[in-house]
Protein backbone atom coordinates (compact mmCIF):
# COMPACT_ATOMS: atom_id res chain seq x y z
CA UNK A 1 0.00 0.00 0.00
CA UNK A 2 2.76 2.41 0.88
CA UNK A 3 4.25 1.70 -2.64
CA UNK A 4 1.27 2.79 -4.34
CA UNK A 5 0.55 5.60 -2.53
CA UNK A 6 4.33 7.53 -2.02
CA UNK A 7 6.72 5.03 -2.15
CA UNK A 8 8.93 3.00 0.27
CA UNK A 9 11.67 5.49 1.60
CA UNK A 10 14.83 5.25 0.76
CA UNK A 11 16.53 3.64 3.51
CA UNK A 12 13.83 1.27 4.39
CA UNK A 13 13.24 0.31 0.71
CA UNK A 14 16.96 -0.99 0.65
CA UNK A 15 16.49 -2.47 3.92
CA UNK A 16 13.65 -4.75 2.76
CA UNK A 17 15.00 -5.47 -0.57
CA UNK A 18 18.44 -6.72 0.58
CA UNK A 19 16.56 -9.01 3.37
CA UNK A 20 13.95 -10.50 1.18
CA UNK A 21 17.24 -11.77 -1.19
CA UNK A 22 19.12 -12.88 1.90
CA UNK A 23 15.75 -14.88 3.02
CA UNK A 24 14.80 -16.14 -0.44
CA UNK A 25 17.90 -16.05 -2.90
CA UNK A 26 19.40 -13.92 -5.11
CA UNK A 27 16.45 -15.52 -7.49
CA UNK A 28 14.37 -13.23 -5.91
CA UNK A 29 15.58 -10.40 -8.24
CA UNK A 30 14.05 -11.18 -10.94
CA UNK A 31 10.52 -10.82 -8.72
CA UNK A 32 11.67 -7.70 -6.96
CA UNK A 33 12.34 -6.56 -10.44
CA UNK A 34 8.67 -7.43 -11.92
CA UNK A 35 7.64 -5.59 -8.78
CA UNK A 36 9.21 -2.17 -9.78
CA UNK A 37 8.24 -2.63 -13.05
CA UNK A 38 4.45 -2.93 -11.72
CA UNK A 39 5.20 0.23 -9.84
CA UNK A 40 4.18 -2.05 -6.24
CA UNK A 41 7.61 -1.78 -4.78
CA UNK A 42 9.52 1.54 -5.70
CA UNK A 43 11.04 3.88 -3.52
CA UNK A 44 9.64 7.42 -2.45
CA UNK A 45 10.03 10.39 -5.10
CA UNK A 46 8.07 12.78 -3.57
CA UNK A 47 5.46 13.72 -0.46
CA UNK A 48 3.68 11.19 0.92
CA UNK A 49 0.47 11.32 -0.66
CA UNK A 50 -1.43 8.73 1.58
CA UNK A 51 -3.17 11.09 3.80
CA UNK A 52 -5.00 13.58 1.25
CA UNK A 53 -5.69 10.33 -0.71
CA UNK A 54 -7.64 8.71 2.44
CA UNK A 55 -9.65 11.87 3.40
CA UNK A 56 -10.06 13.26 -0.23
CA UNK A 57 -11.08 9.14 -1.24
CA UNK A 58 -13.18 8.53 2.16
CA UNK A 59 -10.78 5.30 1.70
CA UNK A 60 -11.18 4.85 5.60
CA UNK A 61 -14.24 4.64 7.23
CA UNK A 62 -14.63 7.53 10.37
CA UNK A 63 -16.47 4.76 12.34
CA UNK A 64 -16.48 0.91 12.96
CA UNK A 65 -17.77 -0.84 9.93
CA UNK A 66 -21.05 -2.58 9.97
CA UNK A 67 -20.40 -6.21 7.92
CA UNK A 68 -23.57 -7.29 8.50
CA UNK A 69 -25.56 -4.38 7.17
CA UNK A 70 -22.95 -2.14 4.87
CA UNK A 71 -23.10 1.62 4.56
CA UNK A 72 -20.01 2.18 1.99
CA UNK A 73 -18.26 0.11 -0.20
CA UNK A 74 -15.74 0.19 2.57
CA UNK A 75 -17.21 -3.17 3.62
CA UNK A 76 -15.41 -4.74 0.95
CA UNK A 77 -12.30 -5.18 2.56
CA UNK A 78 -12.86 -4.81 5.87
CA UNK A 79 -12.78 -1.03 6.21
CA UNK A 80 -10.55 -0.45 3.38
CA UNK A 81 -12.49 1.21 0.49
CA UNK A 82 -11.14 -0.24 -3.10
CA UNK A 83 -9.56 2.68 -4.89
CA UNK A 84 -10.21 1.61 -8.16
CA UNK A 85 -14.38 1.20 -6.77
CA UNK A 86 -14.28 4.60 -5.52
CA UNK A 87 -12.47 6.27 -8.53
CA UNK A 88 -15.29 4.92 -10.48
CA UNK A 89 -18.09 5.86 -8.43
CA UNK A 90 -16.49 9.34 -8.14
CA UNK A 91 -16.43 9.61 -12.26
CA UNK A 92 -19.98 8.32 -12.20
CA UNK A 93 -20.57 11.17 -10.14
CA UNK A 94 -19.68 14.30 -11.60
CA UNK A 95 -16.55 13.49 -13.06
CA UNK A 96 -13.14 13.99 -11.71
CA UNK A 97 -12.16 17.41 -12.11
CA UNK A 98 -13.08 18.50 -8.81
CA UNK A 99 -10.31 16.18 -7.48
CA UNK A 100 -7.74 16.89 -10.14
CA UNK A 101 -5.19 17.57 -7.73
CA UNK A 102 -5.65 14.19 -6.36
CA UNK A 103 -5.79 12.49 -9.76
CA UNK A 104 -2.59 14.21 -11.02
CA UNK A 105 -0.65 12.90 -7.72
CA UNK A 106 -1.95 9.23 -8.84
CA UNK A 107 0.36 7.31 -11.33
CA UNK A 108 -1.06 6.05 -14.97
CA UNK A 109 -2.77 8.27 -17.75
CA UNK A 110 -6.12 9.51 -17.47
CA UNK A 111 -9.08 10.74 -19.64
CA UNK A 112 -12.44 10.78 -19.29
CA UNK A 113 -14.79 10.20 -21.88
CA UNK A 114 -18.94 10.06 -21.77
CA UNK A 115 -20.85 8.28 -24.65
CA UNK A 116 -24.45 9.61 -25.61
CA UNK A 117 -26.69 7.29 -26.15
CA UNK A 118 -27.41 6.69 -29.27
CA UNK A 119 -31.17 8.11 -31.59
CA UNK A 120 -34.10 6.09 -30.98
CA UNK A 121 -32.10 4.41 -27.53
CA UNK A 122 -34.95 5.49 -25.47
CA UNK A 123 -37.83 3.14 -27.98
CA UNK A 124 -35.17 0.02 -27.91
CA UNK A 125 -34.93 0.34 -24.07
CA UNK A 126 -39.05 0.29 -23.97
CA UNK A 127 -38.61 -3.33 -26.25
CA UNK A 128 -36.32 -5.08 -24.24
CA UNK A 129 -38.74 -4.73 -21.31
CA UNK A 130 -38.40 -1.30 -19.73
CA UNK A 131 -41.48 -0.21 -19.44
CA UNK A 132 -41.06 3.16 -18.24
CA UNK A 133 -39.27 3.74 -21.13
CA UNK A 134 -36.13 5.49 -19.37
CA UNK A 135 -33.16 3.74 -19.34
CA UNK A 136 -30.34 3.91 -16.52
CA UNK A 137 -27.10 5.11 -17.75
CA UNK A 138 -24.51 1.87 -17.87
CA UNK A 139 -20.83 2.13 -16.58
CA UNK A 140 -18.64 -0.17 -18.07
CA UNK A 141 -15.46 -0.75 -16.28
CA UNK A 142 -12.96 -2.78 -17.98
CA UNK A 143 -9.91 -4.06 -15.96
CA UNK A 144 -7.00 -4.99 -17.03
CA UNK A 145 -4.80 -7.53 -15.70
CA UNK A 146 -7.16 -8.54 -13.30
CA UNK A 147 -9.96 -7.73 -10.65
CA UNK A 148 -10.60 -9.14 -6.86
CA UNK A 149 -13.54 -10.88 -5.49
CA UNK A 150 -13.61 -8.02 -3.32
CA UNK A 151 -13.78 -4.88 -5.44
CA UNK A 152 -16.49 -7.34 -7.56
CA UNK A 153 -18.26 -7.37 -4.59
CA UNK A 154 -18.11 -3.45 -4.12
CA UNK A 155 -19.20 -3.11 -7.29
CA UNK A 156 -22.18 -5.28 -6.55
CA UNK A 157 -23.39 -3.26 -3.96
CA UNK A 158 -22.95 0.07 -5.63
CA UNK A 159 -25.56 -1.29 -8.13
CA UNK A 160 -27.79 -2.19 -5.72
CA UNK A 161 -27.28 0.91 -3.86
CA UNK A 162 -27.85 3.39 -6.60
CA UNK A 163 -30.90 3.30 -8.70
CA UNK A 164 -29.73 5.33 -11.30
CA UNK A 165 -27.19 3.66 -12.76
CA UNK A 166 -25.69 -0.18 -13.31
CA UNK A 167 -22.02 -0.91 -13.35
CA UNK A 168 -20.99 -3.99 -16.06
CA UNK A 169 -17.12 -5.29 -14.95
CA UNK A 170 -15.50 -7.04 -17.56
CA UNK A 171 -11.98 -8.30 -16.84
CA UNK A 172 -9.15 -10.39 -18.33
CA UNK A 173 -8.72 -12.54 -15.29
CA UNK A 174 -10.02 -13.05 -11.67
CA UNK A 175 -7.90 -12.72 -9.02
CA UNK A 176 -6.14 -13.06 -5.65
CA UNK A 177 -3.16 -12.20 -3.90
CA UNK A 178 -2.23 -15.89 -4.29
CA UNK A 179 -2.54 -15.81 -8.12
CA UNK A 180 -1.16 -12.38 -8.70
CA UNK A 181 2.41 -13.11 -7.27
CA UNK A 182 1.99 -16.27 -9.05
CA UNK A 183 1.88 -14.18 -12.10
CA UNK A 184 4.39 -11.63 -10.42
CA UNK A 185 7.32 -14.53 -9.42
CA UNK A 186 10.05 -15.71 -11.77
CA UNK A 187 9.80 -19.58 -12.16
CA UNK A 188 13.73 -20.49 -11.86
CA UNK A 189 14.57 -24.03 -12.89
CA UNK A 190 17.77 -25.23 -12.05
CA UNK A 191 18.78 -27.80 -15.23
CA UNK A 192 21.95 -28.84 -13.66
CA UNK A 193 21.54 -32.46 -12.94
CA UNK A 194 23.40 -33.59 -9.38
CA UNK A 195 24.95 -36.94 -12.03
CA UNK A 196 26.52 -34.06 -14.19
CA UNK A 197 28.87 -32.58 -11.06
CA UNK A 198 29.98 -35.45 -9.91
CA UNK A 199 31.31 -36.66 -13.61
Known amino acids: MLSLTSGIKSKKY ?63 YNGYAPLSVRLVEMAARGGWKRISDVMDALPGKRFEYVQDAPYGAQNESANLGNTSGNKKPLTLVYFIGGVTFAEVSAFRYLNEQESGRDYLIATTKLINGKTMLEFITEKITNNLEKSSIYE
Open 14 to 76: DALKRELIHTYGFATLFTINNLEKLGLFKKQVRRMLWPTLKKVLKLLPEGDVNLSNPTDINFA
